[in-house]
C-alpha cells in the first residue's frame, strides 16, 4: 500500500516500490527508483538517475541524484545508488557522479545526519555514521563503519579506513588508516579506536596486533616503508594486518601521520 500525499510530484518513468511514504511538496524525477518501505518526507528532491534501497528513511530538505558541482560535468547518464536501511536526515545532499557510467555509491545502514554533502563518485560503504555537516568532497572513499563528527570535510581523493572514527571540525587532508582514532585541523592520529572495536566483537587478539602494527607505524622511527616491512617480518597476517598494509600500499594521497 502506498501513501502518496497529493502535493508530490513523480515523474512517470520512476518506480515506486511497495508500503512506501512520499511527503507533501516531494518531486521524484525521471529514471528514479524508490524500494519497499522507504518514507520519504516533505519537500524532499529526488531529482533523476537515484535508486534507494528498501527501508530507507529520508527526511525533509534533502537532494538526492543533483548535478554534482564539478564544472567536468556534461550532462552524460550517472548513478546515485543507496542502499538498503539508510537514514538521511535534512538537508543532506547527494550528488550524482561526473562521468558518464559513473556511480556515487552509499551503503546499507548508513546514518546521515542533516546538512551532510556526499559528492560525485564517492564510494561510502555499510553502517557508516557521517555527523551533521560532515562533507565528502569528489572521489572520497569511506569504508565501512567508519564515523565522521560533524563539521568535518573530506579532502577530494582522500579515504578513511574501517572501524575508524574521526573527530568533529577536524580537516581530513590523506587517508586515515583503518580501525584508528584521528582528530584536529592538522588531523593528528591517536591510536586506536579501542572502543568502536571491542563493541564491534573485535577480540583482545586482534586489537592486540592492529596495537602493534599502529606502534610499529606511528611511533617507531622507521619510515612507511620500513614499517611496513617490519610489519610482514614479525607479524601474522590476519585479515586486519592485511588490510592495512592493502591500505597503505594502495594510498594515492598518502597516510595522516
Known sequence: MENI????????SAKIGNDVEIGPFTIIGPECVVG???????????????????????????????????????????????GKN??????ATINLSTDEGDVTL?????????????????????NVILANSATLAGHVTVEDFAIIGGLTPVHQFARVGCYCMIGGSSAVQKDV????????N???MYGLNSVGLTRRGFSQEQRDLIEKAYRLIFRSKLNTSQALGRIKDSLPMSPE?????????????????
Not at 500525499?5 to 512517470?12: K, L
Not at 519497499?36 to 535508486?51: F, K, L, M, P, Q
Not at 539508510?86 to 538537508?91: A, G, K, L, N
Not at 594486518?241 to 601521520?257: P, Q
Open 5 to 12: 500525499h497529493p502535493t508530490a510530484i513523480i515523474d512517470p
Open 36 to 82: 519497499d518501505n522507504c518514507r520519504i518526507g516533505s519537500s524532499v528532491a529526488i531529482h533523476r538517475w537515484t535508486e534507494l534501497g528498501e527501508g530507507c528513511r529520508v527526511w525533509h530538505g534533502a537532494s538526492l541524484g543533483g548535478d554534482p558541482q564539478d564544472l567536468k560535468f556534461k550532462g552524460g547518464r550517472t548513478t546515485v545508488k543507496i
Open 86 to 91: 539508510t537514514v538521511i536526515r535534512e538537508y
Open 106 to 126: 552509499v551503503g546499507d545502514n548508513c546514518f546521515l545526519m542533516a546538512y551532510c554533502h556526499i559528492a560525485h563518485e564517492c564510494t561510502v560503504g555499510n
Open 177 to 184: 588508516l583503518p580501525y584508528t582514532k584521528a582528530f584536529g
Open 186 to 188: 592538522p588531523l593528528g
Open 241 to 257: 594486518i592485511k588490510h592495512i598494509l592493502e591500505f597503505i600500499e594502495g594510498s594515492a594521497r598518502g597516510i595522516t601521520k
